[in-house]
């Protein structure tokens, strides 16, 4: 390379790379139209998982026996439960046991087997003031107690009595054992 070709070669103009007026336009108008559009979808999206992102609804209460028709003795009642789980509402059907312990105050108990998920009853001939399973013969005492086969006492019904009525909540763990 002879010298006036270095000299050319030291001072040619940096290229730069230009956008056209066509590419600026696209690309404007596509950001634009994108922006426009997220507006639009955005609040369509949130409407459509709405329910997804409520909480479950199964905390309330349910009135379901007067106080004075509660004795020490357990009986049986049955009861609905309306759930809303997203866009799925169903009202299960629910029992529970209720009696007055030695305290004087209302519990309720779930029916549900602690070893497989059978439902209980009280007191047949086979377990006089017992709970008992039919299915694999677990035995509780009235306040849920495991005494044979399952492994943990009945689940216990949450209480409460106001103006007379007895309402039940959520299950939770037995607190009477
Ligand atoms: S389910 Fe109740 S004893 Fe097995």
């Not at 299960?92 to 059978?118: N, T």
């Not at 017992?130 to 943990?152: Q, S, W």
Request: proline share 7%; aromatic share 10%; net charge positive.
């Amino acid at each position: 390379m002879n010298h006036n070709e270095q000299h050319e070669t030291a001072h040619k103009p940096v290229k730069r790379k230009e956008m056209t007026r066509r590419q600026f336009l696209s690309y404007t108008l596509g950001g634009a139209t994108a922006f426009m559009s997220m507006g639009a979808v955005l609040p369509m999206l949130r409407f459509a998982v709405d329910p997804l992102l409520e909480k479950k609804q199964t905390g309330a209460f349910v009135k379901v026996i007067e106080e004075g028709k509660v004795t020490s003795e357990p009986q049986q009642v049955d009861f609905k439960v309306h759930q809303v789980d997203g866009w799925y509402e169903s009202d299960p059907k629910m029992q529970a046991y209720i009696a007055k312990g030695d305290d004087g105050k209302v519990f309720a108990l779930s029916p549900i087997c602690k070893h497989l998920g059978c439902t209980i009853s009280w007191s047949g001939p086979e377990a006089p003031n017992l709970y008992h399973c039919p299915c694999h013969g677990a035995r509780y005492t009235k306040d849920g107690k495991n005494l044979k086969v399952a492994p943990k006492p009945l689940d216990e019904y949450e209480v409460k009595v106001d103006n007379g009525w007895v309402y039940l909540g959520p299950l939770e763990p037995n607190t009477r054992v």
